[in-house]
């Protein structure tokens, strides 16, 4: 199989399973529409060109978003494993979140556990909170409070802080939507809250 046939054949898949979901913001815009922005930031901003990595970017929230429960999990990685292998697998499930945790368990694993990703599943966590960074800034969920929203980029920074190391055009990008977000709804960025030495 060809890298284009790989990939294409990995977005469909995630369409099929995201079909009916939709991102939070305000447009409620077809989930599929995310790893797609992810994998093209991967592809036309920071110049990743690895097919694993863009096949994965594509199921990346597939095992995390679209099963409800352990057996369907289960089976849903069964599935992944027959059609794209476990060199894909592996990354996917790198970068799923266990959702039998309690959500503020699953957001200090992900700070833990940045350092200790493979080079691809950092690089594709970075984009993926790089796209979430410029839809939380631009198309924000109607029912997010204002603190919710910084509460939201000081852990994606935290998170970030551990995967940092990768792709200098990924980073470069991370901190200048951190920085647009922050400005656009007043908040401090960390180096303005240091005090001056």
């Known amino acids: 199989m060809s890298e284009t046939a ?14 009916a979901q ?7 815009v077809p989930y599929i529409n995310h790893p797609i922005q992810v994998a093209n930031l991967l592809i036309n901003e920071a ?15 597939v095992i995390e978003d679209t099963v409800n429960s352990v057996d369907e999990r289960d089976e849903l990685i069964r599935i992944i494993s ?18 039998t945790l309690e959500k503020k368990e699953r957001k200090r694993l992900q700070v833990v556990n940045a350092s200790h990703k493979s ?5 594709l966590k970075i984009a993926d909170k790089i796209m979430n960074l410029r839809d939380i800034t631009d198309n924000p969920p109607e029912d997010w409070p204002l603190q919710r929203i910084k509460d939201y980029f000081d852990w994606a920074e935290d998170v970030v802080a551990g995967l940092r190391g990768v792709n200098s055009k990924l980073e470069e990008l991370f901190d200048e939507c ?5 400005t656009k709804y007043g908040v401090r960025t960390v180096l303005q809250e240091k005090p001056s030495m």
């Open 82 to 99: 027959g059609m794209f292998g476990d060199q894909i697998l592996s990354l996917t499930m790198e970068v799923t979140d266990d959702k």
């Open 178 to 182: 951190l920085a647009r977000g922050r």
């Open 119 to 123: 080079m691809n599943a950092r690089k």
């Open 22 to 28: 939709f991102r939070k913001g305000l447009d409620r």
């Open 47 to 61: 110049g990743e060109t690895d097919p694993v990595l863009l096949a994965a970017t594509m199921l990346h929230d």
């Open 6 to 19: 790989l990939i294409l054949k990995a977005l469909e898949f995630a369409a099929g399973r995201h079909k």
